[in-house]
């Protein structure tokens, strides 16, 4: 077994509960067990880290050979990537048999000759090879640290771009305090005035407070989303649940607040309306903190009222099948919709969902990749899709509107049997760690290891709920322990 090296990070208070994939690593080394890449899920930080946990990459690291010595200097070595983990990186030192797991975004982890461009002296760095070659380096220590250099440049490496940006991770586009509107999980036709409680990486805990909700607060007792003592409602920066101040009175959607709140956007929506610059209070999060990318105009002119499509409810208390749902409306703010699943209760039932979201699929997707179609409720006999059409009098969104599949060569990164972190979209709090099971084209069936397969859960490629393993460890976020652990 390769010695295995922690993430260097703070301290957090999750780290003796946390479960850990230790256990795993030897079992990637002896070809018994596999991860997911993050070259497959390139969603999970706030920037792209993946190019740097790939095999073949060389990297400068703290040659812990040397711990014992006390001294001024730290003593580094080079290293190059031979297997993955997801962010956990098996490494061999250069020229040595030497192998050791640690995570690539680790404090120790740096891009190729880092100390001798910040410390051109190496005053508080020196480059010493593993304890294993001393009888190589020993007679002369720097013609074989330059000969080293020499043979990895050139390489494949770590951007040098690597030690500013992971800084950036820790900086995310949102903070604790802000405030924010809300879907309500309960009622999807309301939007509230929600405040977010913590930040960690692109994940925020954000929950509706009592001074906030203008009704009774004890109705909410079991409200996922009331900021109860010790409650955590924990969505993506990018989730369909949150929206700027402001976001329901410009698209005059069900705003549940005080009247002083409802005042204030009600000026926001007027400047809106007047092509002028809103005022926002300082702790207000704004339109710019929920940049999307820009939507086709071919594609959205294409977008009418009354299509049919296959939905995964993302508000769901189940995520194993898709629905049959339509189009109901459209939004002022530029991309959104309203969109239901079909049957008696659809009007009650909408929500409001931006063009470039991952939850909607073509008419015929889940019949093409092997998923359960459920029908509208109260619908009678077997379901098809032509015939339903013409009794509906409707078409389909076309096809081309969809997001489309990923590439062949991100797909293949794919596999059943893979392991991943996902977080329990039925209880957002909680990651797991866990395995895919099948694969429905960009959709992935994943299981919560130690879980039964009725509580298993479809998630998009691109989801933001599907994470490499180190995610948790990384963000220094608790990491729940497989049920039969």
Request: charged letters at 30%; proline letters at 6%; glycine letters at 4%.
């Amino acid at each position: 077994m390769s010695k295995i090296i922690p993430c260097d990070r703070p301290p957090a208070a999750c780290d003796k509960e946390t479960w850990k994939w230790d256990r795993y690593f030897h079992k990637v080394e002896k070809g018994k067990a596999k991860f997911v890449s993050p070259l497959a899920l390139v969603n999970s930080l706030v920037m792209d880290y993946s190019v740097c946990a790939q095999k073949g990459v060389v990297f400068e690291t703290r040659n812990h050979d040397f711990d014992e010595l006390k001294q001024e200097q730290e003593p580094r070595w080079f290293a190059i990537v031979e297997n993955t983990c997801g962010y956990y990186i098996l490494s061999r030192f250069v020229n040595s048999t030497d192998y050791f797991w640690t995570h690539v975004l680790s404090r120790k982890v740096h891009t190729m000759l880092y100390a001798k461009t910040r410390d051109p002296k190496l005053e508080k760095v020196f480059y010493c090879p593993p304890y294993s070659l001393k009888n190589e380096f020993e007679a002369d220590l720097d013609s074989f640290v330059q000969k080293t250099q020499d043979e990895v440049i050139g390489k494949m490496a770590i951007k040098e771009e690597f030690e500013m940006d992971r800084h950036k991770l820790h900086r995310p586009d949102f903070r604790a305090g802000q405030r924010v509107e809300l879907l309500s999980y309960a009622n999807s036709l309301e939007i509230r005035v929600a405040h977010i409680q913590e930040v960690c990486g692109r994940r925020l805990n954000v929950t509706v407070r009592k001074r906030d909700y203008p009704r009774d607060f004890n109705e909410l007792e079991d409200d996922r989303q009331a900021g109860h003592d010790g409650a955590q409602y924990w969505i993506d920066q990018d989730s369909f649940m949150m929206f700027p101040v402001g976001w329901a009175a410009i698209n005059n959607y069900q705003l549940i607040a005080n009247e002083e709140y409802i005042e204030h956007t009600k000026k926001i929506a007027e400047a809106f309306d007047d092509g002028t610059t809103p005022r926002y209070d300082i702790n207000d999060a704004t339109p710019d903190q929920f940049e999307k990318p820009p939507v086709d105009p071919e594609k959205w002119d294409k977008l009418n009222i009354g299509q049919k499509f296959e939905l995964l409810d993302p508000l769901s208390q189940q995520f194993k099948c898709l629905h049959v749902a339509s189009v109901m409306s459209f939004c002022k703010s530029d991309g959104y919709m309203i969109i239901s699943m079909d049957g008696p209760q659809a009007a009650e039932e909408s929500f409001p969902i931006h063009f470039h979201n991952l939850c909607m699929y073509p008419m015929n997707y889940a019949k093409k990749h092997g998923i359960k179609l459920a029908p509208p409720d109260e619908f009678v006999g077997k379901f098809k899709w032509d015939e339903y059409l013409k009794k509906q009098k409707a078409v389909p969104v076309p096809e081309d509107v969809f997001k489309p599949m990923p590439s062949k060569e991100r797909m293949d990164m794919i596999e059943v049997g893979m392991h991943l972190e996902a977080a329990d979209m039925c209880e957002n709090q909680l990651i797991c760690p866990a395995t895919i099971k099948s694969i429905h084209g960009r959709l992935i069936n994943v299981n919560f290891d130690g879980w039964d397969s009725e509580f298993d859960q479809l998630y998009d490629i691109d989801s933001h709920d599907i994470f490499p393993a180190g995610w948790c460890d990384f963000q220094a976020y608790m990491l729940q322990h497989p049920k039969t652990d």
